[in-house]
């Protein structure tokens, strides 16, 4: 009995790594026909099912998803009148469960590989900003409280992985992870933008919200890199502790 109790906890030791996906979550087969159709809805899903995380994976929350603090993400402009300099912190990101996934792509031979297409009517940063730099001639040095809302987003994340084996089962690392965010429109508001003149304030976040295309475009792929980066974290989680054989299955 002795013996067989302990082959018991050697098999609990051994095995004990090879978790399965957290409840709920759909699982495609690679040799499915439509294996990137299922993929795309079962991601769809599986941000619904864990939306407020899973502590048995140590996953963060995703509804709302806390940007961990980041800083200086600097948008420089094309223009001499255009320079921000901005972070972000006690912030997060409100939406990401409402997103419809569109497509997605894999390949799996020397490397993992993933692309995923999503669309949000409505994602929301909401947190404390600061923010300095110009701004056609003006001068921004603001702190405070910020809400950008992009809105009729297409998200587009492009992720490589390699694959490590650990006890005779194969896991996948995530090495990169980019995000490509296209909003049709976004909504700037950035209290306090220029410390103590409300109305100068009002006027800034007015221009940024006209020009927003432009403000866009030199803000966002500072952001966008830390997002990925932090991202490589959270899916991590899941991969190394589920084998690759149990997340997309033969
Ligand atoms: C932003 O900072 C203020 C003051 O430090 C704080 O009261 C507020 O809760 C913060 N906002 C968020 C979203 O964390
Ligand atoms: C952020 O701005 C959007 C668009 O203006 C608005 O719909 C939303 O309610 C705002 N969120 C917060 C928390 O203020």
Redesign the pocket.
Known sequence: MRSLSKIIVLIIIVYGICEELPKGITTCSRSDENFNKCLSSAIQEALVILKDGSPEFDLPKIEPFTITQHTDSEAIGATPNFYLKSSLKNAEIRGLTAGKVLRTATKFDKGYKIKIESEFDKI?I?GNYTMNGKILVLPINGEGEC?I?FVDTMVRVESHGRYLTKNGETYIDIQEFKIKIIPKRV?Y?FENLFKNDKQLSDTINSVMNQQWQLVTDNLLPGYEEKFGEQLIGVCNKIYHNVPFNKIFRE
């Open positions: 929301s909401i809400n809302t909504l508001n």
